[in-house]
């Protein structure tokens, strides 16, 4: 496993737009696949989008056109812009490299009305 440090959540207005990031310290080699999955209260973990080594992406259809993920030239860190944000998309954000099984500690984002 590898450990994945996330940044960039908080509170913002509906309508807003947040950036979060997530790197992995001390890493020497590329990530294949890395990805952004998000949990609200009472539901179950979702895949919010997906990249991989050929840069393909995924999208989970609630964010799609609004959320774009992208990542560092060297495949070491990976970023999701959220745009045009509602109250729904309101949730813990997780950081995910898929090849290693490892999860990050979460960033909390809240969308207020």
């Known amino acids: 496993q590898v450990q994945l440090v996330e940044s960039g959540g908080g509170l913002v207005q509906a309508g807003g737009s947040l950036r979060l990031s997530c790197s992995i310290p001390?890493?020497?080699?590329?990530?294949?696949?890395m990805g952004w999955y998000r949990q609200a209260p009472g539901k179950p973990r979702e895949l919010v989008a997906e990249?991989?080594?050929?840069?393909?992406?995924n999208y989970g259809d609630s964010v799609k056109g609004r959320f774009t993920i992208s990542r560092d030239n060297a495949k070491k860190g990976v970023y999701l812009q959220m745009n045009s944000l509602k109250p729904e998309d309101t949730a813990v954000y997780y950081c995910?490299?898929?090849?290693?099984?490892?999860w990050g500690q979460g960033t909390q984002v809240t969308v207020s009305t």
């Open positions: 995910h490299a898929r090849d290693f099984g490892s």
């Open positions: 990249i991989t080594w050929g840069d393909s992406t």
């Open positions: 001390g890493i020497k080699i590329s990530i294949p696949t």
